[in-house]
């Protein structure tokens, strides 16, 4: 059963088009997190959600921003994707920071 | 500041032969978590093993095991058995209280199981 999933498995966007991920849970975990992992590169953490707090990485464009309306789901929101944000967005929950993230399959975006 | 480093960027091994994946860390917090992750093509991230700082134990899962040496701030996955679906990326990470709890993957071991 799948327990991290994110819609859609693949998302083509036109440059500067507004695009949204999404991800889900049936783990009811407190944390929800964002990577973004480029070709051949770790992934990279965006930011994350605790409960409804959000947590920010210092050096995470102002281009992507995130929102989680409930404990489930937490979207993506890349406001004006560039050719260099497309990559393998990968999400993933943990029960607190403390414990392994459970991954989703990841959503690769393609930007023409 | 913790840091990861996983220094084969990619091995090929005989099918059924063990392989040792190495992974080196840095911390100075006394508490802290390793975890290895493998990444098919498919791309999703799937966990094979833990090891936390204060466990006097070595983790196993399977096929996997987790070579632990604190004192030389290495954590190697070892594959015994290696099967052609073992091949993928895998990557080492850790989180402890001073990089505020956020998993750090290192830059990944490409590994090749060869018939």
């Known amino acids: 059963d799948a327990m991290v999933i994110q819609n859609p498995r693949y998302q083509v966007t036109q440059f500067g088009k507004p695009v949204t991920l999404s991800c889900s849970q049936t783990l009811n975990h407190n944390v929800m997190y964002w990577y973004q992992q480029k070709s051949s590169q770790a992934p990279k953490l965006l930011f994350h959600y605790y409960d409804k707090d959000f947590n920010n990485e210092a050096d995470t464009p102002d281009n992507f921003q995130s929102r989680r309306p409930n404990t489930s789901f937490c979207f993506l929101d890349i406001r004006s994707p560039g050719l260099g944000d497309a990559a393998m967005y990968l999400c993933a929950t943990s029960l607190d920071p403390q414990h392994f993230r459970y991954f989703g399959p990841g959503t690769r975006l393609t930007v023409t | 500041a913790q840091k990861i480093t996983q220094t084969q960027p990619g091995m090929f091994v005989q099918e059924k032969e063990a392989v040792t994946l190495d992974c080196t860390y840095d911390t100075s917090d006394p508490s802290y978590g390793l975890f290895w992750y493998k990444q098919p093509s498919s791309g999703e991230m799937i966990f094979l093993i833990y090891?936390?700082?204060?466990?006097?134990q070595n983790a196993t899962e399977g096929r996997y095991s987790l070579n632990f040496q604190k004192a030389r701030k290495s954590a190697n996955l070892v594959i015994s058995a290696s099967q052609l679906g073992d091949s993928a990326m895998y990557f080492c990470a850790m989180r402890d209280s001073f990089g505020n709890e956020k998993l750090t993957f290192g830059t990944g071991t490409r590994l090749t199981i060869i018939p």
């Open positions: 090891q936390g700082s204060y466990d006097q």
